[in-house]
C-alpha cells in the first residue's frame, strides 16, 4: 500500500505550504543520491520525497489526496509517475536533475493517453459499494509486431535527422543574441531511430485500436461527481510506450426516498396529526432493513431524530453517516361528520377557536347555488 504523503515528509494535515516547502528540501539534500553515493534506499526515499512534494505542493492534487486518498484523480501528475523530478530539483538545487551536467538524452517510449468514461450505478451500489462491467474503446498492443511496429524479421534504423541521438539543435534570434536549444527531432520523434518497413496492421505505432472491458470496483460510499482511477487501464503508448489511466466518473441515480448530504441521509417524514399527537411506533425501512422508530406523544413539525450509524460508510475512515429524519405533521383533510365532531370536541375541552360548522370554502360555493 502506497505511504502517505504527509507521512513521507512528516508533517501534518493541516501543514501551510511553506511547511510543506521547507520539509520537501530538508529532506531532498538528506536523501539525495549526490549526498548517498550509491545507496539505493536513499534514492528510493528521494523519489518519494519528490513525489509526495508534488502532490502536496499543488493546492488542486492536494484537495483530491485529502478527499480520495492514493485511489483518487492525481491532478496534473499525468505520465511520469513521479511528477518530474528533476523540474522539482532544478527549481531548488540548480542543474540537470540525478547525474549533473543537465545533458539531454534520447527521449524514451511515448506514454499512452490517459481515457475517461462515465458510469451510472444504483443509489444502494454508491452507499454499498458494487463492481462494474465497462467497456471502452483504447488502444492495444499489436500481436503482429509484438508492439514494435516493426513488420516481423525486419528491424529499426538510425534516423539521420539527428544521427541517433533523438535531439536537434535550434538557433534562435533573441535580444541577447543568438540561444541555441535543444528539441525532440521531429522525424524519429525523439526515439532516435526510425522505422523502414513498417508493420501493415498497426501501421508502425505498435498498437491498434479496439474494444476492451474492464471490472471497476466501486467502493461503499463513492458519491456523486466521485472520479476513479484505473491505473495502467488507458490507452497503450506508441511502440511499447507505458501505458495511460482510465478515469471513471461515477453518477449515482436518486433515491425515492433518501436525499443524500455527505455520509447522511435525509428523510422528511410524514406523520399524521394523530400519531403526531399521541405518539407511535413505526415500522421504518432503512438500507439495512427495517428498524423501529419510536415518535413520542406531541411531536411537531420539524423536529429531527437520527438513526445513527444507518447512513453512507465515510469514503475515508471507518464507521457511517446517519439518516435524519425530519418529521412533518400533516393536517387531515376530507374529514367525516364524526371526525370533524371530535375535532371540535377537541378544540372545545383546548378553549381553541374554530370555524363554525359549514364555514369552508367548498360549503359557502355550495351555499351560494342554492
Known sequence: MPRDHYEVLGVDRDATAADVKSAYRRLARQHHPDANDGDQAAEAEFKSVAASYKVLSDPEARQAYDRYGHDGPSV????????????????????????GGGTRRRSGPRPGEDLETTILVDFEEAVFGSESEITVRTAVACTTCEATGLTPGTSAERCGGCRGSGQVQQVRQSLLGQMVTSAPCPTCSGRGEVIPDPCVDC????????????????????????????????AVGPRGG???????????RPHPVFERHGADLYHRLHVPVTQAALG??????????TVDVHIPA????GEVFRLRGSGVPHLQGR????????????????????GEELLRSLAADRDEAVGEPGDGLISRIRSAFR
Not at 76 to 99: K, L, Y
Open 76 to 99: 496534473g501528475m499525468a505520465g511520469d509517475p513521479f511528477g518530474g523530478i528533476n523540474d522539482i530539483f532544478e527549481s531548488f538545487f540548480g542543474g540537470g536533475g540525478f547525474g
Open 203 to 234: 501501421r508502425g505505432e505498435g498498437r491498434r485500436v479496439e474494444e476492451s472491458a474492464f471490472t471497476v470496483n466501486v467502493r461503499a460510499g463513492v458519491d456523486e461527481g466521485t472520479t476513479l482511477r484505473l491505473t495502467g487501464r488507458g
Open 242 to 252: 507505458p501505458t495511460g489511466d482510465l478515469y471513471v466518473h461515477v453518477r449515482v
Open 280 to 289: 407511535v411506533d413505526l415500522d421504518y425501512e432503512t438500507l439495512d432493513g
Open 298 to 301: 406531541g411531536t411537531q413539525t
Open 319 to 338: 464507521g457511517r453517516g446517519d439518516i435524519v429524519l425530519e418529521v412533518v405533521v400533516d393536517t387531515p383533510t376530507g374529514l367525516s361528520a364524526e
